[in-house]
């Protein structure tokens, strides 16, 4: 079984600076795809960056980027510039390489921004 | 573009009733799967499907009852509401390949008093 852990209930950071959010999981699969989901208030599941685990560079979107270690299982998302409308919970998420793998959720992490 | 419409957005139920939670995409994905978000728990798989005629459960199925008889529609039943059943519930589909992306549906606030 895999499980996903998400260690940071809430982190807080001020606008234009950096947050790291931390994600490690468990599985004995040797490729997988890794996630980080952002959920502002209006509920929305927004994709923020996708990491597939047999590619050793670390994926980035604009001002996210994960810190992948796939021996440590650990898999962090950066926020770099920091904004208001960051400010949502996160969500780390696993999945197998199989055409029905199915998408496993760590806790989140509410990330609060103040001016 | 729809998407993945879910309806209703609210509801609120006394315990002991049913409801059907409806989900319904356009995009002819095989796969659609139900998760519900619970404070500190994340998202959980309560059932999903590979295809018109195939369900099966996820991790938290009891409780939970789903039919896949169109590949467009994978409706949620709850034949005797329970108080732990209130949570956020979510809908998603994607294509039955390894690099579908997930697509969401807006989810569904439930509260069973």
């Known amino acids: 079984a895999q499980t996903v852990t998400q260690s940071q209930p809430e982190m807080s950071v001020q606008e234009a600076e950096t947050v790291t959010l931390s994600c490690t999981y468990d599985?004995?699969?040797?490729?997988?795809?890794l996630f980080w989901y952002k959920q502002p208030p209006s509920r929305q599941m927004i994709l923020v960056i996708r990491?597939?685990?047999?590619?050793?560079q670390n994926a980035t979107e604009n001002r996210f980027s994960v810190n992948f270690q796939k021996a440590a299982k650990s898999f962090s998302l950066k926020i770099s510039d920091s904004q208001l409308g960051d400010a949502a919970m996160y969500f780390c998420a696993y999945r197998t390489t199989d055409s029905w793998g199915k998408l496993q959720f760590g806790a989140g992490t509410q990330v609060v921004v103040t001016p | 573009n729809a998407g993945v419409t879910q309806t209703p957005k609210f509801q609120v139920l006394k315990t002991g009733q049913s409801m059907t939670l409806q989900c319904a995409q356009d995009?002819?994905?095989?796969?659609m799967s139900w998760y519900r978000q619970d404070p500190g728990m994340g998202l959980r798989l309560i059932h999903y499907s590979v295809g018109a005629g195939i369900t099966d459960q996820g991790e938290v199925p009891n409780g939970y009852n789903v039919s896949r008889s169109t590949t467009e529609d994978f409706p949620l039943r709850l034949l005797s509401a329970a108080p732990s059943q209130t949570s956020v519930y979510f809908c998603a589909s994607r294509e039955g390949t390894a690099r579908g992306k997930l697509f969401f549906g807006s989810g569904t606030q439930l509260s069973v008093l």
């Open positions: 995009m002819n994905h095989e796969y």
């Open positions: 990491q597939e685990a047999y590619k050793q």
């Open positions: 599985t004995s699969e040797s490729d997988y795809y």
